[in-house]
């Protein structure tokens, strides 16, 4: 899934972005979390 694959792509940028996309950002870390654990 492309999920995963830009997860581990803005793995670094991500964690800047959150701040400024709120919610969303969050959700993201998220998904990106549960997809490494799988």
């Known amino acids: 899934m492309f999920v995963v694959e830009s997860a581990e792509r ?3 940028s991500v964690l800047r972005r ?3 996309m709120g919610l ?3 959700l ?3 998904v990106a979390a549960i997809t ?3």
């Open 28 to 30: 993201y870390l998220l």
């Open 10 to 12: 803005a793995n670094g």
């Open 18 to 20: 959150a701040p400024q």
């Open 24 to 26: 969303t950002g969050l």
């Open 36 to 38: 490494q654990w799988l």
